[in-house]
């Protein structure tokens, strides 16, 4: 099946600094969702990507499709303990039916 | 409007007995997923229902696992003989397959399985 490496794991950062996860297949990918799930939550949808090189924006957070659709990074500037949780990145390809989730990035957030 | 809906939200069972966790997707959509998450972890595919196509049943791990859906309405999965290692939270997810790309999922709150 799909393989997704995601990095890294865990991130402790102080609040006000910035943080970036990155997902990355060794195959062309169709398309990459990203979701939040907050501690004891269940995913949350955040934004799909599905063009070479496409740049996305939700206020704080940038997500970026790399040019060969093979990786994508979340950027998230400025953190806020509203931040804490843990972002998957989730993947297809060809003609897959299901997505492939990455193992996610735990942030925490220090105030 | 409702949201995906499963339960139980908690089930406690001992080993070796069969357990059947229920999941209500969101009406009109016609992709339900299973996933498995292990405490910690990340999402495991179990299966995908769409429509009235054959289920992909490639991520589960043991033919004590199986997914039933009515239609585009209710799915159960049910876990024969439970194993210690079945212990985990079970999601499920509903999408909106209207194009040849994903529609973003909606999950529900999930069923913390354990087993004694």
Known sequence: GQQVMQIPQYQHVQEGEDFTTYCNSS????NIQWYKQRPGG???FLIQLVKSGEVKKQKRLTFQFG???K????????????DVGTYFCAVSAGSARQLTFGSGTQLTVLP | ?????????????EKGKDVELRCD???GHTALYWYRQRLGQGLEFLIYFQGNSAPDKSGLPSDRFSAERTGE???TLTIQRTQQEDSAVYLCASSFRGTSYYNEQFFGPGTRLTVL
Do not use: C, D, R, W
Request: proline share 7%.
């Open chain 1, 67 to 69: 040019e060969a659709k």
């Open chain 1, 42 to 44: 269940h995913p949350v």
């Open chain 2, 25 to 27: 997707p969101i009406s």
């Open chain 1, 71 to 82: 990786n994508s990074s979340l950027h998230i500037t400025a953190t806020q303990t509203t």
């Open chain 2, 73 to 75: 309405s209710v799915s």
């Open chain 1, 27 to 30: 195959t062309t990918l169709s």
């Open chain 2, 1 to 13: 409007g409702a949201g995906v809906s499963q339960s139980p939200s908690n089930k406690v069972t």
